[in-house]
């Protein structure tokens, strides 16, 4: 049934599928950015201009999936753990020791993460986590108005410490390339962790990027006490009016973006549009995404979206390993467009293993382990057969 006819709260099964499609969507777009990263990393020594392809494959996914992927999970991340202290609250086992638990083993997902990739995330979910329990108590009208606060203040900020030319850490970027370069497997593991806990540690990084973070999560916890997934018909009608909104406001920004850069303007040493123009645009897509769902069209794809999106922890994990072995150590001498591929690729083919995995467990491997450690006991992982 399309779902703008629906009167009635959406069923369950169907709420959870729209957020994990959305999960699996912003594991697509961070698979492919994270592999064009890499790309970088391999070719940062090349002085060559790109070529027209490059340029343009560059630029369009920049603006597409560029930090969009992060910035979607971060919102869906606080919005998760909204429903699982929701859950612990009403079921009256402890709340706050239990969700600082959890977190603690994510920081041990992450820390293995990063001997892999770098350019890791899920530390920074763990550390923002634990600060997001702070704010659980808050009302829906409150977490809705701190989010936009931090959201539209930070870039303040942001431009604020450019000015102070403090944002940058150029040694830590070259003793994450002197590393890099020696193409070694513990060479390798040595620039990740460099790169993840040094040179990430910058005040864009360790400020600035938390603070967007931190707005993302609080908007993700309002849109659960504010039951947006569960009331979804009733919310159609501001999906489609931040869509227009937030595409109007895209193009806005960046013509806007254009005209400083050609114009040499200083407005971004007063207010930085970079994160905003990320957030504007995950909005549009965001919101483009959930307004084709309801219409019950493109059932495959997001049927595809979500089987993924079950799995994120896994597949994130996962993505990064491979990339390791296969485009890290071996360093393949392949163009900007092969990356992307390979990146589309392996999403494609953990569409299809997490699809036979489900069918066979409850969880992926690594969501199972994360459950049982944080609930310090032991669940069933294969199914239960039917007869």
């Known amino acids: ?20 499609s959305l999960r699996g969507w912003a594991l697509l777009s961070v698979v492919l950015m994270n592999y064009a990263s ?13 070529d027209a392809l490059t340029f343009f494959l560059d630029t369009a996914s920049e603006l597409i999936f560029g930090s969009k992927g992060w910035t979607l999970l971060a919102v869906l991340f606080g919005f998760g753990f909204s429903v699982l202290l929701q859950n612990r ?7 706050y020791w239990f969700f600082i638990k959890r977190m603690l083993w994510l920081f041990v997902f992450a820390f293995v993460n990063t001997l892999f990739f770098g350019g890791d995330i899920l530390n920074d979910y763990a550390l923002m986590g634990l600060l997001l329990l702070l704010f659980y108590k808050c009302s829906v009208r409150m977490l809705f108005v701190l989010a936009a606060c931090v959201l539209l203040l930070t870039p303040l900020l942001h431009a ?8 940058f850490s150029p040694k830590s970027r070259d003793l994450f390339y002197s590393f890099y370069d020696r193409n070694t497997f513990e060479d ?16 864009s990084y360790s400020v600035i990027l938390h603070l967007i973070q931190l707005g993302c999560f609080l908007l993700g916890m309002a849109l659960h006490r504010s ?12 999906v489609k009016q931040l869509f227009l909104f937030s595409f ?3 193009v806005a920004i960046y013509m806007l973006q254009f005209l400083i850069e050609k114009s040499e303007w200083t407005f971004n040493s007063y207010y930085n549009l970079y994160y ?13 995404i959930i307004w084709l769902y309801a219409t019950g069209k493109a059932k495959v794809v997001f049927a595809a979206l979500a089987i993924t999106g079950k799995m994120t922890l896994t597949s994130y994990m996962l993505q990064n390993m491979l990339a390791f072995f296969f485009f890290i150590l071996l360093k393949p001498n392949w163009s900007l467009q092969s990356y992307f591929l390979a990146g589309l690729v392996i999403y494609l083919l953990q569409v299809a293993a997490s699809k036979w995995w489900l069918s066979q467990y409850q969880y992926g491997l690594a969501e199972w382990l994360w459950r049982c450690l944080s609930y310090g006991r032991m669940f069933p992982l294969k199914k239960k057969e039917r007869g």
């Open 89 to 95: 609250q009403q079921s009256g086992q402890s709340v």
């Open 276 to 288: 905003p123009q990320i957030l504007v645009i995950m909005c549009f897509t965001t919101t483009g």
């Open 38 to 50: 890499i790309y970088g990393w391999n070719n940062h020594a090349v002085k060559t201009e790109p």
């Open 248 to 250: 109007i406001l895209s």
């Open 160 to 167: 604020y410490l450019g000015r102070l030319h403090v944002l």
């Open 1 to 20: 049934m399309n779902l703008m006819h629906q009167n009635s709260p959406l069923p369950l099964k169907e709420q959870t599928v729209i957020v994990d």
């Open 188 to 203: 390798h593991i040595k620039a990740n962790v460099v790169m993840r806990y040094k040179w990430m540690l910058r005040l």
């Open 227 to 238: 039951h947006f997934f569960e009331q979804l018909s009733r919310y159609l009608k501001r």
